[in-house]
């Protein structure tokens, strides 16, 4: 038999390079102390958070996507020559914020590797996909430590391109050429073309630091959550590259994807017009500064309309179309959400309130039924609403202009409103910081858990059962959990209503960044993380010492005190009863 050092197998000669260095020279000694060769270059690890663990940081996969090569698919890097200590995080890709470094030059990944661990090892791998709206964030922002050290698994974490530079479609961007990612007249989806193009130099490089590049999951949350849908959805470019994937609160867009075309129709001009340049113009768009670009961005779509696209070689249909259809990458599934995603988004889709009147009353919706405002009349008459008409000015003002108003004007009447305070009543939510006052912030924020979050993981976690792969759903109900994207915990209570499972306050317990938990919640984050890892182990979360993780339709309540299954997931959310045939259309 030929060696595989003795043939190409793969189209790109690095990649081959990669794979021999790995297959014809492996290492007997401890990744934490061994040089790892790849196909972009030779590296040293660094002690992680814990002697367990080694870490790898900001190592290239792709060489920097920038100027005439903007909006086009990442290329293989040029190897760096010598051995590089890899000590410091790549920079993140370009956003608004106060991330640093930050530049173009952004296609970087770390691993996190148990430093016992040698090549051959042959460790599962879990790679995580930052979240962030698919405008901000960095895969440095997340330390796997706890996870690695405890469960004997390779973590790896990157970015992707963000924004306009990572999702615009614009009739001048259109690919001109056929590519592996891409079909003449593609546009879009930059961003997950990166992810894909991480899993191929994963797939190619992760043996060297001790990793199974047969035994990869992906996991992601919100936006990284939506970018697992996306590679699940990739029956082309995203097969073989992983065995199962992992979604953390992705549902928003299951009902509502758009397509290549419609994403342009509604915002190529747009971003052209505020960008100072013809939307058939490449050469325009490719020499602009990105700061410009970021700032056009903001004006021209908002925070919440950013999606991929369908309609292209690397997303062919819609999320919904593809699970139920059954044209997906088939591979077992965990898919879940936590119990209060919309406590996270409220603050930004109510009237900002002055702090010394907001927390008094228990929050922005509270205080519109308490005191006179613009947002329950008008800057000229201000008045108060009542809870049912708050409600219908939630939806309709509130959701203005972002992905989340599926709620049709014509539906959204009086008597709509009276309908959702009855299932939603302020009683069933009461705010511990006053007493235990009916809380009409944490019932919006309950409300749009179900109809944006929860229901359409329900809906997803169906589909995607009957096409007959493994599905396990579950949700993050941690009452206290601390607060990741909202400072709102005392003293820093700048909403007036606890933030408990929030979106975005799983991550803590996945991926602890300092917070200090109870014996419970550390007991519980523990769980979480066996988990997770397990599923990398062997396609189904359950394991020893843990409390059973049913299949689908069972949900798995993350609770401290022990996790447990539960049957009542549809009920609870009012899945069936009210919002799906909403989301659907119907």
């Avoid at 390079?17 to 007997?28: F, I, M, P, R």
């Avoid at 615009?168 to 056929?178: D, F, H, K, S, W």
């Avoid at 509604?266 to 939307?279: H, L, Q, T």
Wanted: aromatic content about 10%; overall charge negative; glycine content about 10%.
């Amino acid at each position: 038999m030929t060696s595989m050092c003795g043939m190409f197998t793969r189209g790109v000669a690095i990649a081959v390079l990669a794979a021999c260095l790995v297959s014809c020279g492996e290492s007997s000694a401890p990744v934490s102390t061994a040089e790892v060769a790849t196909s972009s270059g030779t590296f040293k690890g660094v002690p992680a958070g814990s002697p367990d663990v080694t870490v790898f940081k900001g190592l290239r996969y792709a060489a920097a996507p920038v100027g005439p090569l903007r909006w086009k698919p990442p290329r293989a890097a040029t190897r760096a020559e010598g051995v590089i200590t890899a000590d410091t995080f790549g920079a993140a890709c370009p956003q608004q914020g106060n991330v640093t470094p930050q530049a173009e030059d952004c296609l970087f990944l770390n691993v996190f590797v148990p430093s016992a661990a040698k090549q051959g090892s042959n460790l599962p791998v879990l790679v995580f996909i930052h979240g962030g709206a698919f405008l901000s964030g960095t895969g440095a922002a997340y330390d796997a430590t706890k996870m690695v050290a405890e469960n004997n698994v390779v973590v790896v974490t990157l970015n992707y391109r963000l924004g306009a530079l990572g999702l615009i479609v614009m009739p001048g961007l259109l690919a001109t050429e056929n590519s592996f990612f891409e079909n003449v007249g593609d546009g879009g989806n930059y961003g997950f073309i990166d992810q894909q193009f991480a899993f191929q130099w994963l797939r190619d490089n992760i043996a060297g630091f001790g990793g199974d590049p047969a035994k990869v999951t992906i996991t992601g949350e919100s936006a990284g959550g939506q970018s697992v849908f996306f590679h699940l959805a990739s029956p082309e470019t995203g097969k073989n590259l992983f065995r199962g994937v992992i979604s953390q609160s992705s549902g928003s867009t299951y009902n509502t994807l758009p397509s290549k075309t419609e994403f342009q129709d509604k915002f190529a001009e747009a971003f052209a017009k505020d960008i100072g340049c013809s939307a058939t113009n490449a050469d325009c768009l490719r020499a602009k500064p990105v700061a410009e670009i970021l700032e056009s961005q903001n004006r021209a779509l908002g925070r919440y309309n950013w999606s991929p696209v369908h309609g292209t070689k690397a997303l062919p249909l819609s999320f919904k179309a593809a699970f139920q259809s059954g044209k997906i990458v088939k591979v077992p599934v965990i898919n879940g959400t936590t119990a209060a995603e919309g406590r996270f988004f409220l603050p930004n889709q109510l009237p900002r309130i002055p702090v010394e009147d907001s927390v008094p009353a228990g929050g922005p919706a509270s205080y519109t039924l308490a005191q006179p405002n613009a947002f329950c009349g008008s800057a000229e008459a201000p008045a108060t609403c009542t809870y049912p008409s708050l409600i219908n000015r939630y939806l309709s003002a509130g959701l203005a202009g972002t992905r989340f108003a599926v709620v049709p004007p014509d539906m959204n009447t009086p008597e709509f409103g009276q309908k959702l305070a009855g299932i939603y009543p302020m009683e069933k939510f009461p705010n511990p910081y006053l007493n235990n006052a009916p809380n009409a912030d944490m019932a919006l924020g309950r409300l749009f858990t179900d109809m944006v979050m929860a229901c359409n993981a329900m809906a997803a976690n169906r589909d995607l059962a009957a096409s007959g792969i493994p599905v396990f759903g579950y949700e993050f109900d941690d009452p206290n959990a601390p607060a990741r994207g909202n400072p709102v915990q005392p003293p820093n209570n700048v909403l007036g209503y606890p933030s408990g499972p929030e979106h975005t306050s799983e991550l803590n317990y996945l991926y602890e960044a300092g917070q200090s938990f109870t014996p419970e919640q550390a007991a519980l984050a523990r769980e979480m993380r066996a988990y997770w890892a397990n599923f990398a182990k062997t396609l189904n979360p359950s394991g020893a010492n843990l409390p059973a993780f049913k299949a689908f339709p069972a949900v798995q309540l993350l609770v401290p005190g022990g996790s447990r299954s539960s049957e009542t997931f549809d009920e609870d959310h009012a899945c069936t009863s009210l919002w799906q045939p909403i989301l659907t259309g119907g």
